[in-house]
């Protein structure tokens, strides 16, 4: 269950980009709340729940896919951006598009996509989920939010990122007593880390998320069979 992604370069001690320090401000804020999840475990518990939430979103990313290619360019997610009724400028959704698009083909799959609705949860104003809920993403909230929860909780410093020790830490928590849960921990955390530079944000969370639940894996079967 999972792989490890490979990728990008290693950014600095400080945000890369501007979107990763929005990312960051958000979860700091959103890290002041607290969260609900009190173990790992719970989390996994919730997987075939989300696994099964996260496939609803495959009606509205066709919707967004105007030509069928089973991929979003960036000119489709700027209409995606105008139908959500999100004000953002074109250098704001070419930041957010080059970052969900991990696999750097110039174009959002499916998982990726996911990842992109996750963080235009966490990212934008409230203002915006009438808008949201008329192209049918408002049943999707509460997946994003579980999500959201999932990452604080597995923050322990509330930093905005999610290091090795704290995954670890968590993994104990759940596993308390067995010899093996360091192990995991460190699994669990290579998943996450595609860029291997220590520490993991929101956004690498998602995309090993996706993974973990097996959306990822069901877009490569897809692949094979055509």
């Not at 235009?120 to 409230?126: A, G, H, I, S, W």
């Not at 993403?137 to 509460?142: D, V």
């Amino acid at each position: 269950m999972g792989g490890v992604i490979g990728g990008d370069s290693p950014r600095n001690s400080s945000p890369a980009t501007k979107l990763e320090r929005k990312m960051v401000e958000a979860m700091q804020q959103r890290a002041l709340k607290g969260t609900s999840v009190k173990s790992f475990n719970s989390v996994i518990m919730k997987f075939p729940k989300i696994d099964e939430s996260l496939r609803n979103c495959r009606t509205i990313f066709q919707q967004f896919d105007e030509d069928s290619n089973g991929e979003i360019d960036q000119q489709e997610l700027k209409h995606c951006f105008q139908k959500l009724g999100i004000e953002s400028t074109d250098d704001e959704i070419k930041d957010l598009f080059e970052a969900c698009d991990i696999y750097e083909h110039m174009g959002m799959k499916f998982n990726e996509f996911i990842v992109f609705l996750c963080l235009v949860y966490l990212l934008n104003d409230p203002a915006v989920s009438e808008a949201r809920k008329r192209m049918g993403l408002g049943s999707l909230e509460p997946t994003f939010e579980t999500l959201v929860e999932s990452f604080v909780f597995l923050d322990k410093n509330k930093d905005g990122y999610v290091s090795k020790n704290e995954m670890i830490q968590a993994i104990n928590e759940t596993t308390a007593g067995e010899r093996s849960s360091g192990r995991i921990g460190v699994k669990r955390f290579e998943e996450m880390d595609w860029d291997k530079n220590g520490t993991v944000t929101f956004k690498e969370f998602l995309f090993a998320f996706t993974r973990w639940v097996g959306i990822d894996n069901e877009d490569d079967d897809e692949e094979d069979n055509e």
